[in-house]
């Protein structure tokens, strides 16, 4: 027979008939067998050669036996080789102790019995195969182990390099849109300024009327908009707050359709309203919702071909206001609607839709909805047959509320007793439409447009209260409000107008001496809560 995996089994003997015999004993078992005639020879073959088992006679002229197997033993190459003794002679107990001793694992009597030496034979040379297979794994596994632990180590190593470049870029982002919200929000603080005195001054043309609301309806929303900017991780987390209150449910419609209108009229759309014949409630936040359905009339207008048509229709059932948009666009496959309000997932775009957005609108819809209380679903046909989007809002109780207007109702007009009113802004028309404003409230207002001079005049003046902007020339915000400190207006209340909005900011606001902290454009309601404030505020 011929074995797979033969090892090699050196046979010693001084005594050429035996080796024969020996060999055509162990010859069925298929492993190389090698023959040697003295106890030196045996040594040479066994630096040679790998031996698995050594077949030996204890009786040999020039190196016995036992010798030879103790030399074998205390070599480390052959720790795992098997020796057994063949012997007529040296068969008591006193020499088999010997002879396991000096490092043999079995005895074999002459005369020899073939079958009992083929399978002494064989088992210890299966041993050795299974042991040296079983090291031979072994080693492949540490091979395969350090292999997948240096990958790991690798990818460790990368995943660290990308989270540090995704930090630095999350900083970046996060640096890029303070910056772009900060100037968008200076030429919004003048524009919400001059909304507000205008709504203090008697206007007799309703077309006027209708211009400053819209205005002051779009500076609210541009102003909202300009908040998500730093709010583009509180969006993918769902932590938008809500500014709750009353409202009604076709004011959230005017709002949107006049948000959405110029998207429409460009593409020629025919838009069909449909609204209840009562007032329907709900409590929520306006510009929110006018943002729902506007993301949902702006995704009807897009998505479907110039000239088309959109119906939106507002109903009230089983206490739920109902809001539906449906357009005739290019419709939606049955397996995008799986996924469709999902962050960043898109349908298909018809090839006209350049501006189809990025994909974050419906998953913003769908997050205010939910935050709301409410449910948003999409249905479609297929692709080609038009798409259906419904809202569902849960009606506010039936006692009548009074509803603010965009912020700018009377009662968020600047009230209480007239104070000496400091305003820094290196922005004329910002400085002057808010000083204009606090003037009509009836306030006595001064107005410095860089660093120094605010200083100077606070010094010179003590003001009541101090509107500092931040960003000013010579000097800015945080070193005029630290040396007016310095120089005694301990007892004047110091607020930060500033563009940045984060945390960082208002508490670097705080360090420096501030009182408070406010937004540009400066909410109304925000600025009288303020002035309240100032008129408690006493410095120890």
Same mark, same amino acid.
């Given at each position: 027979?011929?074995?797979?995996?033969?090892?090699?089994?050196?046979?010693?003997?001084?005594?050429?008939?035996?080796?024969?015999?020996?060999?055509?004993?162990?010859?069925?078992?298929?492993?190389?067998?090698?023959?040697?005639?003295?106890?030196?020879?045996?040594?040479?073959?066994?630096?040679?050669?790998?031996?698995?088992?050594?077949?030996?006679?204890?009786?040999?002229?020039?190196?016995?036996?036992?010798?030879?197997?103790?030399?074998?033993?205390?070599?480390?190459?052959?720790?795992?080789?098997?020796?057994?003794?063949?012997?007529?002679?040296?068969?008591?107990?006193?020499?088999?102790?010997?002879?396991?001793?000096?490092?043999?694992?079995?005895?074999?009597?002459?005369?020899?019995?073939?079958?009992?030496?083929?399978?002494?034979?064989?088992?210890?040379?299966?041993?050795?195969?299974?042991?040296?297979?079983?090291?031979?794994?072994?080693?492949?596994?540490?091979?395969?182990?350090?292999?997948?632990?240096?990958?790991?180590?690798?990818?460790?190593?990368?995943?660290?390099?990308?989270?540090?470049?995704?930090?630095?870029?999350?900083?970046?982002?996060?640096?890029?849109?303070?910056?772009?919200?900060?100037?968008?929000?200076?030429?919004?603080?003048?524009?919400?300024?001059?909304?507000?005195?205008?709504?203090?001054?008697?206007?007799?043309?309703?077309?006027?009327?209708?211009?400053?609301?819209?205005?002051?309806?779009?500076?609210?929303?541009?102003?909202?908009?300009?908040?998500?900017?730093?709010?583009?991780?509180?969006?993918?987390?769902?932590?938008?707050?809500?500014?709750?209150?009353?409202?009604?449910?076709?004011?959230?419609?005017?709002?949107?359709?006049?948000?959405?209108?110029?998207?429409?009229?460009?593409?020629?759309?025919?838009?069909?309203?449909?609204? $209840?014949? #009562? *007032?329907?409630?709900? !409590?929520? /936040?306006?510009?929110?919702?006018?943002?729902?359905? =506007?993301? +949902? %009339?702006?995704?009807?207008?897009?998505?479907?071909?110039?000239?088309?048509?959109?119906?939106?229709?507002?109903?009230?059932?089983?206490?739920?206001?109902?809001?539906?948009?449906?357009?005739?666009?290019?419709?939606?496959?049955?397996?995008?609607?799986?996924?469709?309000?999902?962050?960043?997932?898109?349908?298909?775009?018809?090839?006209?839709?350049?501006?189809?957005?990025?994909?974050?609108?419906?998953?913003?819809?769908?997050?205010?909805?939910?935050?709301?209380?409410?449910?948003?679903?999409?249905?479609?046909?297929?692709?080609?047959?038009?798409?259906?989007?419904?809202?569902?809002?849960?009606?506010?109780?039936?006692?009548?509320?009074?509803?603010?207007?965009?912020?700018?109702?009377?009662?968020?007009?600047?009230?209480? $007793?007239? #104070? *000496?009113?400091?305003? !820094?802004? /290196?922005?004329?028309?910002?400085?002057?439409?808010? =000083?204009? +404003? %606090?003037?009509?409230?009836?306030?006595?207002?001064?107005?410095?447009?860089?660093?120094?001079?605010?200083?100077?005049?606070?010094?010179?003046?003590?003001?009541?209260?101090?509107?500092?902007?931040?960003?000013?020339?010579?000097?800015?915000?945080?070193?005029?409000?630290?040396?007016?400190?310095?120089?005694?207006?301990?007892?004047?209340?110091?607020?930060?107008?500033?563009?940045?909005?984060?945390?960082?900011?208002?508490?670097?606001?705080?360090?420096?001496?501030?009182?408070?902290?406010?937004?540009?454009?400066?909410?109304?309601?925000?600025?009288?809560?303020?002035?309240?404030?100032?008129?408690?505020?006493?410095?120890?």
């Amino acid at each position: 027979m011929t074995n797979a995996d033969p090892v090699n089994i050196l046979l010693v003997d001084d005594q050429p008939g035996k080796l024969l015999s020996y060999e055509a004993i162990l010859a069925p078992l298929g492993d190389r067998l090698i023959s040697a005639g003295s106890g030196r020879e045996a040594l040479r073959l066994l630096l040679k050669h790998e031996i698995a088992v050594v077949l030996m006679d204890v009786s040999m002229p020039d190196l016995g036996g036992f010798e030879l197997a103790e030399i074998i033993r205390e070599h480390p190459r052959f720790q795992k080789t098997a020796i057994i003794f063949v012997s007529a002679v040296h068969m008591s107990d006193l020499d088999r102790l010997k002879g396991y001793e000096s490092g043999a694992v079995d005895y074999v009597a002459v005369p020899v019995v073939p079958q009992l030496l083929r399978a002494k034979v064989g088992v210890f040379a299966e041993l050795y195969r299974k042991t040296r297979e079983s090291e031979r794994l072994n080693r492949e596994l540490e091979r395969r182990v350090a292999e997948r632990t240096a990958e790991l180590e690798a990818s460790m190593a990368r995943q660290i390099e990308l989270s540090e470049r995704l930090r630095e870029a999350d900083r970046r982002k996060d640096h890029f849109l303070a910056l772009l919200a900060h100037e968008l929000r200076n030429p919004l603080a003048p524009v919400s300024n001059a909304v507000g005195i205008m709504r203090r001054k008697t206007i007799e043309d309703p077309d006027l009327v209708w211009c400053r609301d819209v205005i002051a309806r779009q500076t609210n929303q541009l102003t909202r908009l300009v908040d998500d900017l730093l709010d583009v991780s509180r969006i993918t987390l769902g932590k938008i707050k809500l500014r709750l209150e009353t409202v009604d449910l076709a004011a959230v419609i005017a709002g949107a359709v006049e948000t959405s209108r110029p998207l429409i009229d460009r593409r020629r759309h025919r838009l069909c309203i449909t609204q $209840p014949d #009562r *007032r329907v409630r709900m !409590v929520g /936040d306006q510009a929110r919702l006018t943002q729902v359905v =506007a993301n +949902l %009339l702006n995704n009807a207008a897009t998505y479907q071909n110039e000239g088309g048509q959109i119906d939106l229709i507002a109903s009230e059932r089983e206490n739920d206001a109902l809001i539906t948009v449906r357009d005739q666009g290019i419709g939606i496959a049955p397996e995008a609607l799986v996924d469709l309000f999902e962050l960043f997932s898109q349908g298909e775009r018809s090839p006209d839709s350049l501006h189809g957005g990025l994909g974050i609108g419906l998953s913003l819809v769908k997050t205010l909805v939910e935050m709301h209380g409410g449910t948003v679903s999409a249905a479609s046909e297929g692709p080609g047959r038009g798409s259906e989007f419904v809202v569902r809002l849960p009606c506010a109780p039936a006692e009548p509320g009074r509803l603010e207007e965009n912020g700018f109702s009377s009662s968020a007009m600047l009230e209480g $007793p007239p #104070r *000496r009113i400091l305003v !820094v802004d /290196d922005s004329r028309d910002a400085a002057e439409t808010l =000083a204009l +404003l %606090l003037t009509l409230s009836g306030h006595e207002v001064l107005v410095a447009h860089d660093g120094p001079g605010a200083l100077a005049l606070a010094v010179a003046e003590r003001p009541t209260v101090v509107l500092l902007d931040i960003g000013l020339p010579g000097m800015d915000g945080y070193e005029v409000c630290r040396r007016a400190r310095e120089q005694g207006l301990r007892d004047t209340t110091i607020i930060a107008m500033s563009g940045y909005g984060q945390d960082r900011d208002r508490q670097r606001s705080s360090e420096a001496g501030f009182d408070g902290h406010t937004v540009k454009p400066v909410a109304i309601s925000e600025l009288t809560a303020l002035l309240a404030k100032a008129s408690l505020h006493s410095r120890s």
